[in-house]
């Protein structure tokens, strides 16, 4: 199949701190893997992405890691902001399938100040 | 302003009644996508669109129409309601799939309940 889960729920941090945020896959035909932040009320927003051929790319404050011999994908959120309270979802795409995206379920992250 | 508008954002309906929610882009992008959103199911596929004239089934079609006359609308259609198909509905459209990335970018989701 082509899950894509989360290990985290709820992911708490404080204000400052760094959040990572992991993603576990298991289609590895996956060649493209994106991070979304939903807050309450909005669609999903475009955070950062990640080609199978690379391991990292960085971002504004964002850095996206992809291990694909565990098929682990993470996100790191640096100096953590209260505006960063969401939920951010990772997809997968599956090469030769067209554009389409598979959704995790989701994982809250609460700022705490 | 460029992006994606979804008409309505909040519609309560019937259950057998039909109802067409409406996704709007300005992108120009040949691709364009129908989720909903449900707690503990997150985002999954109803129908996604290639290109005008050229639709095709995701991972939960069954209830749902589509079309798409023209690139930039792709209107879904609930022929005859149910509850279960109470949710968000999220529009999305991207470029193709191809050498450049090419995430989706969203719209910001019609509310449907159906009674």
């Known amino acids: 199949g082509e899950s894509v889960g989360l290990h985290l729920p709820t992911l708490s941090v404080q204000e400052g701190d760094n959040s990572i945020i992991n993603c576990a896959y298991s289609?590895?035909?996956?060649?493209?893997f994106i991070w979304y932040k939903q807050e309450s009320g909005k669609g999903p927003q475009f955070i950062i992405d990640?080609?199978?051929?690379?391991d990292k790319r960085q971002g504004q404050r964002v850095t996206v890691l992809l291990n694909k011999t565990v098929k682990h994908l993470s996100l790191q959120i640096a100096a953590t902001q209260p505006g960063d309270s969401a939920v951010y979802f990772c997809?997968?795409?599956?090469?030769?399938?067209?554009?389409?995206?598979?959704f995790g379920t989701g994982t809250q992250l609460k700022v705490e100040l | 302003d460029a992006g994606i508008t979804q008409s309505p954002r909040y519609k309560i309906t019937e259950t057998g009644r039909q109802v067409t929610l409406m996704c709007h882009q300005t992108?120009?992008?040949?691709?364009m996508f129908w989720y909903r959103q449900d707690l503990g199911h997150g985002l999954r596929l109803i129908y996604y669109?290639?290109?005008?004239?050229?639709?095709d089934k995701g991972e939960v079609p069954d209830g749902y129409v589509v079309s798409r006359s023209k690139t930039e609308n792709f209107p879904l259609t609930l022929e005859s309601a149910t509850r279960s198909q109470t949710s968000v509905y999220f529009c999305a459209s991207s470029e193709p799939a191809g050498t450049r990335n090419s995430p989706l970018h969203f719209g910001n989701g019609t509310r449907l309940t159906v009674t």
């Open positions: 669109s290639a290109a005008a004239d050229i639709t």
């Open positions: 289609n590895s035909a996956s060649d493209y």
């Open positions: 992108w120009s992008h040949s691709y």
């Open positions: 997809a997968q795409r599956v090469t030769g399938g067209g554009n389409k995206l598979t």
């Open positions: 990640i080609r199978s051929n690379m």
